[in-house]
């Protein structure tokens, strides 16, 4: 299996996970958004990954500045995911030091 059908095939195990996340309704809302945002990254990063090999003959991890600019989503989305938990788990804690 090719590395771009893993890639694609992936991404149904993953919405599986985002369906049932969201409908637990226990995720913080700010980590849940950041998991959302992963989904971005993604579909930035397919097509970016088809510019760089027709335009530049070269894959996405080596044209930097494409790279990088997909990868921003990618830092974006563990940001918020880490502020979402960490939010959550400084607002339990200061609930259980007020009782």
Do not use: C
Request: net charge positive; no cysteine.
């Amino acid at each position: 299996m090719s590395k771009e059908t893993l890639f694609a095939v992936s991404l149904f195990p993953y919405l599986g996970f985002l369906y049932f996340l969201t409908k637990s309704g226990q995720t913080p809302r700010l980590a849940l958004i950041g998991f959302y945002v992963l989904l971005i990254f993604v579909a930035v990063t397919i097509p970016a990954g088809i510019y760089a090999q027709k335009i530049y003959g070269l894959e996405l991890a080596n044209v930097d500045w494409l790279h990088g600019s997909a990868e921003l989503f990618l830092t974006l989305s563990n940001i918020l995911v880490v502020l979402g938990f960490r939010n959550a788990v400084k607002g339990k804690q200061a609930r259980r030091s007020n009782t």
